[in-house]
T-cell receptor
Framework: DTAVSQTPKYLVTQMGNDKSIKCEQNLGHDTMYWYKQDSKKFLKIMFSYNNKELIINETVPNRFSPKSPDKAHLNLHINSLELGDSAVYFC?????????????FGSGTRLTVV | AQTVTQSQPEMSVQEAETVTLSCTYDTSENNYYLFWYKQPPSRQMILVIRQEAYKQQNATENRFSVNFQKAAKSFSLKISDSQLGDTAMYFCAFMKQGGGADGLTFGKGTHLIIQP
């Protein structure tokens, strides 16, 4: 069983569209994250979330929003997609904010905006 | 905020050789964790090894070991008896104790190529 799963793995869409990426974890973790990996492979945190608190990286445009229907899911919604949003998006999870053992990552979603 | 620096964008070694990847970091924290993640062409991020800053003993996982120098803020990864499957991007990452808004802070990565 995949510990952190993301769907879709690939997403090609036109500028201006709204899209969602789903993330589910079956590890029983209570804290989830979204990271963006740019074309130079640099990974940067976008959101950190548990059932009580959402932390947003100040550089993330408000067109991006995380939505969590329950503890096992943290979906990423993107409105009005722009060319610069093209990247690989990773979901991750940990047990609590402490995350002493690091995060468990999904396999990523490659988003291409045309 | 913390910063993580990996000064080697790319390295290439022959199979079975030993290779060391460099990582330095900057922080004012005293308690933190350091990690090495591997990203093969499949794109999956895989945890290779972790180190607790309060432990002086260097972490080891099979062929992977680290050289942690807290005073120098250095955290290098040594891969012994390298294998073709070790070909991947390797990311050094920092997290302060308790996590926090910065989460895991990554370096820019080193692309390691193992030649047959």
């Amino acid at each position: 069983d995949t510990a952190v799963s993301q769907t879709p793995k690939y997403l090609v869409t036109q500028m201006g569209n709204d899209k969602s990426i789903k993330c589910e974890q079956n590890l029983g973790h209570d804290t989830m994250y979204w990271y963006k990996q740019d074309s130079k492979k640099f990974l940067k945190i976008m959101f950190s979330y548990n059932n009580k608190e959402l932390i947003i990286n100040e550089t993330v445009p408000n067109r991006f929003s995380p939505k969590s229907p329950d503890k096992a899911h943290l979906n990423l919604h993107i409105n009005s997609l722009e060319l610069g949003d093209s990247a690989v998006y990773f979901c991750a999870s940990s047990q609590g904010w402490q995350a002493d053992y690091g995060y468990t990552f999904g396999s990523g979603t490659r988003l291409t905006v045309v | 905020a913390q910063t993580v620096t990996q000064s080697q964008p790319e390295m290439s070694v022959q199979e079975a050789e030993t290779v060391t990847l460099s990582c330095t970091y900057d922080t004012s924290e005293n308690n933190y964790y350091l990690f090495w993640y591997k990203q093969p062409p499949s794109r999956q991020m895989i945890l290779v090894i972790r180190q607790e800053a309060y432990k002086q003993q260097n972490a080891t996982e099979n062929r992977f070991s680290v050289n942690f120098q807290k005073a120098a803020k250095s955290f290098s990864l040594k891969i012994s008896d390298s294998q073709l499957g070790d070909t991947a991007m390797y990311f050094c990452a920092f997290m302060k104790q308790g996590g926090g808004a910065d989460g895991l802070t990554f370096g820019k990565g080193t692309h390691l190529i193992i030649q047959p």
